[in-house]
């Protein structure tokens, strides 16, 4: 493959992935951006005669036209699934402060393991050096 038509493929395949990433923030939640890449706005609609809710809003996408290929979502369901979203975060975050006490205690625990370790280590290091020095005293008498 050439190298030019490499980065136009690879370049397709970028813009691809983005707007497969588009459909899917568009899809749940308050929409960042439309299918088509465009960014969304926060519509109004105007009063209308035949309209029950008028004044009701949406998040419509800049390019919007009725032919199937913008997003369109009520207002109402965005936020709605945004503070579901969230609620849903806030509750993980509220488990994992739950656990922060019984981990402070192991940390605890597991600090106060390496400081007797750590006296251990040093206390057997010692004996080594004493060792050595016998072993070297006693190769002196030996040898002599």
């Known amino acids: 493959m050439d190298p030019a038509e490499e980065r136009s493929h690879s370049k397709k395949q970028k813009d691809y992935i983005n707007m497969l990433s588009y459909v899917c923030d568009s899809e ?4 960042r951006r439309c299918a088509c890449g465009g960014r969304m706005i926060d519509e109004v609609r105007v009063k ?16 919007y036209e009725a032919d199937g ?3 369109r979502q009520p207002w109402v369901t965005g936020v709605q ?19 922060m006490p019984s981990l402070k205690n192991q ?6 393991q ?7 280590v040093d206390r ?5 050096y004493n060792l050595t020095v016998q072993v070297a005293d006693l190769e002196e008498l030996c040898f002599e």
């Open 28 to 31: 749940y939640g308050i929409p």
């Open 48 to 63: 209308q005669e035949y309209d029950t809710l008028p004044g009701k809003r949406f998040f419509t996408c800049a390019n």
């Open 69 to 71: 290929f913008h997003y």
């Open 81 to 99: 699934e945004q503070i579901e979203s969230l609620t849903k975060r806030l509750e993980e975050a509220e488990q994992l402060l739950n656990l």
């Open 107 to 112: 940390v605890e625990t597991l600090e106060a």
């Open 114 to 120: 390496a400081k007797g370790l750590t006296r251990q």
């Open 124 to 128: 057997l290091t010692a004996e080594v």
